[in-house]
């Protein structure tokens, strides 16, 4: 047990030692050209993103079963400590980088934060600190791989999930990153306008849901009738990424301006707009309204939003909340006749909400939108929307594929009845289990 995670162990010893010889000095505090406005919104807005992975964890944590609150919350909550040392080595690099054929960046250009450093980047951040524009996409980088989480919630193996969303940073999230934001990358070239992230964060977990729950299958306990663990906190997760959401957002107008103001209306507008919506679209198809479906429905707004956030009106914004809850909601309900176990249902969550932004970012954009007469845009979007798809599905396919190979992903049937709490991480919300029977568990879950 312990000999498997040597490697890691040796790893992260090996990253510790290479960091020693950054060769990188603390320059460019008094760089004349960074705003002390634009910083200060911007570390608040760098804190409220790196808030949203906590509350991911209640969000998802509060949906499934008792057995398993633990294992799909820290799932989330250990992205804030494996990707953070990703994106320093070398994830900034490949995302941000000198470009190469506008795919990806060069590994070595900012390689362990080297030339990140206090002062401005005339490109990236021309009125911030170079190394808070790091740290703001950084927590971007983050949350992405702890969306995916929720697809293969209550049968996954730990060791195994380690070991794919590093795979899906540095190839996935970092090229796309990459092709979306980079001055010189391919989609910016093309003038595809994602705000915030519909592209590189949600649809791109959404189309990793779909691949992971292919390749790990059905839950035993799929088809039964499934009660949350605790709402609560899945209404608590809900408001935490909410407020979180703001600097998300608005923070993606990287400086504290008219564009962030409207970034900052048309986020909270349109949750809400598509939190009404799928309550009142649940009610009509003859189902409760719910504490649930509150809380995806505000966050299914938020997602469809995103791409939007600083090029569409107010007015257009409840539209677009409106139309993501109800196309979502409709996608939930038939993918569910499927058979397909997207546990959590990530992809008509966040992958739907993510397509449905990035489109209707290309009917409303402010004077490129198709509404103004330009179809340019619209097209691109379309065709970013099959690109990305494509790209992100297939390269997670692959790479579900190759992690399954090394270490299987899929839990025991033994470990899965047990739950995850247990047989992963020797934990249990329940206070009646003692810690031998804790021992006889984990024992019987890797013997089958």
Same mark, same amino acid.
């Given at each position: 047990?312990?000999?498997? *995670?040597?490697?890691?162990?040796?790893?992260?010893?090996?990253?510790?030692?290479?960091?020693?010889?950054?060769?990188?000095?603390?320059?460019?505090?008094? %760089?004349?050209?960074?705003?002390?406005?634009?910083?200060?919104? =911007?570390?608040?807005?760098?804190?409220?993103?790196?808030?949203?992975?906590?509350?991911?964890?209640?969000?998802?944590?509060?949906?499934?079963?008792?057995?398993? @609150?633990?294992?799909?919350?820290?799932?989330?909550?250990?992205?804030?400590?494996?990707?953070?040392?990703?994106?320093?080595?070398?994830? $900034?690099?490949?995302?941000?980088? %000198?470009?190469?054929?506008?795919?990806?960046?060069?590994?070595?250009?900012?390689?362990?934060?080297?030339?990140?450093?206090?002062?401005?980047?005339?490109?990236?951040?021309?009125?911030?600190?170079? @190394?808070?524009?790091?740290?703001?996409?950084?927590?971007?980088?983050?949350?992405?791989?702890?969306?995916? #989480?929720?697809?293969?919630?209550?049968? +996954?193996?730990?060791?195994?999930?380690?070991?794919?969303?590093?795979?899906?940073?540095?190839?996935?999230?970092?090229?796309?990153?990459? &092709?979306? *934001?980079?001055?010189?990358?391919?989609?910016?070239?093309?003038?595809?306008?994602?705000?915030?992230?519909?592209?590189? +964060?949600?649809?791109?977990?959404?189309?990793?849901?779909?691949?992971?729950?292919?390749?790990?299958?059905?839950?035993?306990?799929?088809? /039964?009738?499934?009660?949350?663990?605790?709402?609560?906190?899945?209404?608590?997760?809900?408001?935490?990424?909410?407020?979180? *959401? $703001?600097?998300?957002?608005?923070?993606?107008?990287?400086?504290?301006?008219?564009?962030?103001?409207?970034?900052?209306?048309?986020?909270?507008?349109?949750?809400?707009?598509?939190?009404?919506?799928?309550?009142?679209? %649940?009610?009509?198809?003859?189902?409760?309204?719910?504490?649930?479906?509150?809380?995806?429905?505000?966050? +299914?707004?938020?997602?469809?939003?995103?791409?939007?956030?600083? $090029? /569409?009106?107010?007015?257009?914004? +409840?539209?677009?909340?409106?139309?993501?809850?109800?196309?979502?909601?409709?996608? @939930?309900?038939?993918?569910?006749?499927?058979?397909?176990?997207?546990?959590?249902?990530?992809?008509?969550?966040?992958?739907?909400?993510?397509?449905?932004?990035?489109?209707?970012?290309?009917?409303?954009?402010?004077?490129?939108?198709?509404?103004?007469?330009?179809?340019?845009?619209?097209?691109?979007?379309?065709?970013?929307? $099959?690109?990305?798809?494509?790209?992100?599905?297939?390269?997670?396919?692959?790479?579900?594929?190759?992690?399954?190979?090394?270490?299987? &992903?899929?839990?025991?049937?033994?470990?899965?009845?047990?739950?995850?709490?247990?047989?992963?991480?020797?934990?249990?919300?329940?206070?009646? #289990?003692?810690?031998?029977?804790?021992? @006889? =568990?984990?024992?019987?879950?890797?013997?089958?």
């Amino acid at each position: 047990m312990m000999k498997k *995670w040597l490697p890691a162990f040796a790893l992260l010893i090996l990253l510790a030692l290479v960091s020693l010889f950054d060769s990188g000095t603390l320059t460019g505090f008094d %760089d004349p050209n960074i705003s002390g406005a634009d910083t200060a919104w =911007m570390l608040a807005a760098t804190g409220l993103v790196l808030l949203m992975t906590p509350g991911l964890s209640f969000f998802y944590g509060g949906m499934v079963s008792r057995k398993n @609150v633990i294992s799909t919350m820290l799932q989330s909550f250990i992205c804030m400590g494996i990707i953070t040392l990703v994106w320093v080595s070398v994830g $900034f690099s490949l995302a941000f980088g %000198d470009s190469i054929g506008g795919v990806f960046g060069n590994p070595m250009t900012f390689a362990f934060f080297n030339g990140v450093g206090a002062a401005i980047h005339p490109d990236l951040a021309p009125t911030i600190p170079f @190394v808070l524009f790091a740290l703001f996409q950084m927590k971007f980088a983050i949350i992405t791989p702890a969306l995916i #989480t929720g697809s293969f919630a209550e049968r +996954v193996r730990f060791s195994g999930f380690l070991l794919f969303i590093i795979l899906f940073s540095l190839f996935i999230y970092c090229p796309l990153a990459h &092709m979306t *934001w980079h001055p010189d990358g391919l989609l910016r070239r093309w003038e595809v306008l994602d705000f915030a992230g519909g592209t590189v +964060v949600h649809m791109s977990a959404g189309f990793a849901a779909i691949a992971a729950a292919i390749i790990l299958g059905k839950r035993k306990s799929h088809g /039964v009738a499934h009660k949350p663990y605790n709402v609560p906190f899945v209404l608590l997760g809900t408001g935490l990424l909410w407020f979180g *959401w $703001f600097g998300f957002n608005a923070g993606s107008a990287l400086g504290a301006n008219s564009s962030a103001a409207l970034a900052f209306a048309t986020t909270t507008v349109a949750s809400a707009a598509a939190m009404l919506a799928w309550v009142l679209y %649940d009610a009509l198809m003859g189902r409760k309204i719910s504490g649930m479906g509150a809380s995806i429905g505000a966050v +299914v707004g938020l997602v469809a939003i995103t791409p939007a956030a600083g $090029f /569409v009106t107010i007015g257009q914004s +409840v539209f677009i909340g409106v139309c993501a809850a109800i196309v979502s909601n409709i996608v @939930v309900y038939y993918k569910n006749k499927t058979g397909i176990d997207d546990t959590l249902d990530v992809f008509p969550c966040h992958g739907v909400g993510g397509i449905v932004g990035m489109i209707l970012t290309g009917v409303f954009a402010q004077e490129v939108g198709l509404v103004y007469g330009e179809t340019t845009t619209f097209l691109r979007h379309l065709a970013s929307v $099959f690109l990305v798809g494509a790209f992100t599905f297939g390269l997670s396919y692959a790479f579900f594929k190759l992690t399954n190979l090394i270490i299987p &992903m899929r839990v025991s049937e033994k470990a899965e009845e047990y739950g995850l709490d247990i047989t992963q991480h020797a934990e249990s919300l329940s206070k009646s #289990t003692t810690t031998e029977q804790i021992t @006889v =568990m984990i024992r019987e879950a890797a013997q089958q």
